[in-house]
């Protein structure tokens, strides 16, 4: 079994849809979530640490379930802006990115 | 302005001839990454330093080596670039090891191409 496991994408979604990642780890041990988004050909940028309250920032809302091993990242009301790979990061040890869901948001 | 600054941005290499990447930081950041990512691929870890410590994963190929002759410079060289190591390079930093929620902050990447 992989470390992290991502939703496999993509998503093909219109614009104002919400959407929603999944994403799941097998250390139990890990400490820090965090979802990163990466753009075509570019670094991956973080787009917000995962508090285990549940955390949202304007659109986006992250939700942590320990106990199931289980992170969350729901998009509402997607712009064309928000089309990207995101990618889920698990920190026990060292940082473990899973593979990515790829979003596209169509006009 | 740029905190993470990798360079060149794309390197050519040939196939067996030693290269070398570098990345700068300016976050005064105690632990510097290097990371390899391919094509739909998540990044991979190859190692890190913490200081002056070096931490090599398990998995990376001798072939991979570092040097972080000081607190704001990592240097990647591949010693014999084969064709499976054309990727993205991607150096990465983060203040500490210790506490939790520290994220990582990355840089442009260097994209590798060997012939």
């Known amino acids: 079994r992989k470390e992290v496991e991502q939703d496999p994408g993509p998503f093909n979604v219109p614009e104002g849809a919400t959407v929603a990642f999944n994403c799941t780890y097998s250390?139990?041990?890990?400490?820090?979530f965090f979802w990163y988004r990466q753009d075509c050909r570019k670094e991956p940028k973080l787009l917000m640490s995962v508090y285990s309250s549940g955390n949202e920032d304007g659109r986006f809302t992250a939700q942590l379930n320990r106990a199931s091993q289980y992170i969350s990242l729901l998009i509402r009301d997607s712009k064309l802006s928000d089309s990207a790979t995101y990618l889920c990061v698990v920190d026990g040890q060292n940082f473990v990115f899973g593979p990515g869901t790829r979003l596209s948001v169509l006009p | 302005d740029a905190m993470v600054i990798q360079n060149p941005r794309y390197q050519v290499t040939q196939f067996g001839k030693p290269v070398t990447l570098s990345c700068s930081q300016t976050l005064n950041h105690n632990v510097m990454y290097w990371y390899q990512q391919k094509s739909s691929q998540a990044p991979k870890l190859l190692f890190h330093y913490y200081d002056k410590d070096f931490n090599n994963e398990a998995d990376t190929p001798d072939n991979f080596q570092s040097r972080r002759p000081n607190t704001s410079f990592c240097f990647l060289d591949i010693r014999s670039p084969g064709l499976g190591d054309a990727a993205m390079y991607l150096c990465?930093?983060?203040?500490?090891?210790?506490?939790?929620?520290?994220?990582?902050?990355f840089g442009p990447g260097t994209r590798l191409l060997v012939l």
């Open positions: 250390n139990s041990a890990s400490q820090s």
């Open positions: 990465a930093t983060s203040r500490t090891r210790d506490s939790s929620q520290e994220t990582q902050y």
